[in-house]
C-alpha cells in the first residue's frame, strides 16, 4: 500500500527490485552503500527509510518503508453470552503505524463455517 509518501508492508511483505544490477542501498542514516538485493523490506518491523542510487553515483531516491498495522485488539462480550441464542458483539481496533485507524473486513467462521456479521 502507498499513501502520502509512505510504503506500508505487512509483516513479511518484501518490495521486488527489476532489476537490481548496478544499483546500491543503504538504511536509514546509515553512510555506507553495498550492492541492492533483489527485494527490500523493513528492519525489525520498524519505520525504515531505504536509500538507493546508482553505483557511486550522487543522487538517490528515498523509500519511506512503514510497518502497515501497528498494533491490533478485539474484544467479544458480552462475557456470559452463550451463542446461539444470545446476541455476541465483537469488537475489532486496529492501528496504524501513524496513529490512524484503519479500515478491517473481518471474517468470522464457527469451526469451519462463515457466520454472517450484522
Known amino acids: 500500500m502507498f499513501e502520502n509518501g509512505t510504503v506500508r508492508l ?3 511483505q518484501r518490495i521486488r527490485l527489476a532489476d537490481p544490477l548496478g ?3 543503504t538504511y536509514d542514516n546509515a553512510r555506507d552503500f553495498a550492492p ?4 527490500i523490506g523493513l528492519i525489525q518491523s520498524r519505520p525504515t527509510l531505504v536509500r538507493l ?9 528515498q523509500l519511506k518503508l512503514e510497518p502497515r498495522l501497528r498494533s491490533a485488539s478485539v474484544e467479544l462480550g458480552p462475557k456470559q453470552a452463550s451463542w446461539p441464542r444470545d446476541r455476541v458483539t465483537v469488537t475489532i ?12 473486513t473481518p471474517r468470522v467462521l464457527l469451526n469451519v463455517s462463515p457466520v454472517p456479521m450484522h
Do not use: F, T
Not at 542510487?53 to 531516491?61: F, K, P, Y
Not at 481496533?93 to 478491517?104: E, F, I, Y
Open 93 to 104: 481496533r486496529a492501528n496504524s503505524s501513524d496513529g490512524a485507524q484503519s479500515k478491517l
Open 23 to 25: 544499483l546500491e542501498v
Open 10 to 12: 505487512g509483516a513479511k
Open 36 to 39: 541492492a538485493a533483489q527485494d
Open 53 to 61: 542510487r546508482e553505483q557511486g553515483g550522487m543522487e538517490q531516491l
